[in-house]
């Protein structure tokens, strides 16, 4: 059973373009968490989906920020007009259930770093 | 809200020296509890968990027990080595509803041959 995958790896975007972050759960998986983690601090929540379901965006900032999970297909992050600040690793974790209660696994995270 | 406090980094050890990790959290009801690793440019591997109190998570020679009197999840290893070398987060599963992780700040160790 492959584990969370997560694409791409890295990517570099200069300020004022469009970062577009993937996140494909483990198999029967359909809980989709995104964390951010700042240079030399933990994670931090961002927002909790479920197909098709947005079910917590607490976390996510208020503009420029929007996440998805369709029915078919990675969830996906996107971030409109980065900026510098922008800068940080994003992780995807998904678990299993049918309450979203069970244990997260984690992607190994996209490295986005903004020029 | 849900808290995760542990303490701060860096952490340098010789080798096989014993490894104790704090971590104190604030939370209403009873939370899960986890210690993740990350390595340098890696994602979080689960280290260990505990569901309830009293409950002691263990893995590669690592411990940490549910302490609900002190809530706390302190980690332990008797005798590190240099491949132990990583960053640790505590994290709690949040009892708010959504299950959303809260994460402590992390705690680098390094161990020296």
């Known amino acids: 059973n492959a584990g969370v995958m997560q694409n791409p790896r890295h990517l570099v975007r200069r300020r004022g373009q469009e970062a577009r972050l993937r996140c494909s759960p483990m198999?029967?998986?359909?809980?989709v968490y995104w964390y951010r983690q700042l240079p030399e601090e933990g994670l931090k929540f961002m927002v909790y989906?479920?197909?098709?379901?947005?079910?917590?965006e607490s976390g996510m900032p208020k503009e420029r920020f929007s996440a998805e999970f369709p029915k078919e297909g990675p969830s996906i992050l996107r971030i409109q007009q980065v900026v510098r600040g922008d800068s940080a690793a994003y992780f995807c974790?998904?678990?299993?259930?049918?309450?979203?209660?069970?244990?997260?696994?984690f992607g190994p995270g996209t490295r986005l770093t903004v020029t | 809200g849900d808290s995760v406090t542990q303490m701060e980094g860096p952490v340098t050890l010789s080798e096989e020296a014993f490894l104790t990790i704090n971590c104190t959290y604030t939370?209403?009801?009873?939370?899960?509890l986890f210690w993740y690793v990350q390595y340098p440019g890696e994602g979080l591997q689960l280290l260990l968990k505990?569901?309830?109190?009293?409950d002691k998570g263990s893995n590669k020679g690592f411990e940490a027990t549910y302490r609900k009197e002190t809530t706390s999840f302190h980690l332990e290893k008797g005798s590190v080595q240099v491949s132990d070398s990583a960053v640790y987060f505590c994290?709690?599963?949040?009892?708010?509803?959504?299950?959303?992780?809260?994460f402590g700040t992390g705690t680098r160790l390094k161990v020296l041959a």
């Open positions: 974790a998904s678990s299993y259930g049918t309450s979203g209660a069970g244990e997260q696994y």
């Open positions: 505990a569901t309830k109190a009293d």
């Open positions: 994290a709690l599963m949040s009892t708010s509803g959504t299950y959303k992780y809260i």
């Open positions: 939370a209403t009801g009873y939370p899960s």
């Open positions: 989906l479920q197909k098709e379901n947005i079910i917590d």
């Open positions: 198999k029967g998986h359909s809980h």
